[in-house]
């Protein structure tokens, strides 16, 4: 089974600030799908990036984007220019492209502050 | 388009009794997941259905849950004589189809169960 950590249970940032959400995972497969979302108070899970691990350029969406490093299997998520509407908890998930195996494993999450 | 609804939004119920959860994907989508998120296990797998059917059932934690779906579209998720530590948000979420496809998830049903 593959095992996602997130080691930061919370982080605060500035507004405006740029603030980096850590997550790495343990797998012996080459080919999965990495992604980001983000939960707030409301519960309702909302993607924010994701990433093919056969894909070596890092995606980007807007203020978030991801540093993926397949070798160390760390995947992190940048915010940039924090606004007050991330606050949030904020989950990695991995997903095998087997197509035997197709539920998300998640991380424990990492809690959002943003400061105004 | 509409997103994937999910109902009752909250569910209170006494331990012993029966609950139903029900989700309504979003159209068009063929896949389905249940999910469960609970303060001391986290968000882990339950379920998933490619139409009506249910090849992986691994991740339901007894007998007394029990999940179908039907017409391709909406499912319900039962648990039966309802435990204190089935207390828990329980999410579903639905993808287009299965092997590259994004999963979106709905709000959530908030189960409490006294």
């Known amino acids: 089974a593959q095992t996602v950590t997130q080691s930061q249970p919370e982080m605060s940032v500035q507004e405006a600030e740029t603030v980096t959400l850590s997550c790495t995972y343990d797998t012996s497969e080459s080919d999965y799908y990495l992604f980001w979302y983000k939960q707030p108070p409301s519960r309702q899970m909302i993607l924010v990036i994701r990433?093919?691990?056969?894909?070596?350029q890092n995606a980007t969406e807007n203020r978030f984007s991801v540093n993926f490093q397949k070798a160390a299997k760390s995947f992190s998520l940048k915010i940039s220019d924090s606004q007050l509407g991330d606050a949030a908890m904020y989950f990695c998930?991995?997903?095998?492209?087997?197509?035997?195996?197709?539920?998300?494993?998640f991380g424990a999450g990492t809690t959002v502050t943003v400061r105004a | 388009g509409a997103g994937v609804s999910q109902s009752p939004s909250n569910k209170v119920t006494e331990k012993g009794k029966d609950v139903e959860l029900r989700c309504d994907p979003i159209?068009?989508?063929?896949?389905l997941y249940w999910y469960r998120q609970s303060l001391g296990q986290g968000l882990e797998f339950l379920i998933y259905?490619?139409?009506?059917?249910?090849?992986?059932k691994s991740g339901l934690p007894s007998d007394r849950f029990s999940a179908e779906r039907t017409g391709g579209s909406v499912s319900t998720l039962t648990i039966q004589r309802t435990q204190q530590e089935d207390s828990a948000v329980y999410l579903c979420?639905?993808?287009?189809?299965?092997?590259?496809?994004?999963?979106?998830f709905g709000p959530g049903t908030r189960l409490t169960v006294l």
């Open positions: 979420a639905s993808s287009p189809g299965l092997v590259t496809d994004t999963q979106y």
């Open positions: 159209s068009g989508h063929t896949a």
């Open positions: 259905f490619q139409g009506n059917s249910a090849p992986d």
């Open positions: 998930a991995y997903r095998s492209a087997s197509s035997r195996d197709y539920k998300l494993s």
């Open positions: 990433q093919e691990a056969y894909k070596q």
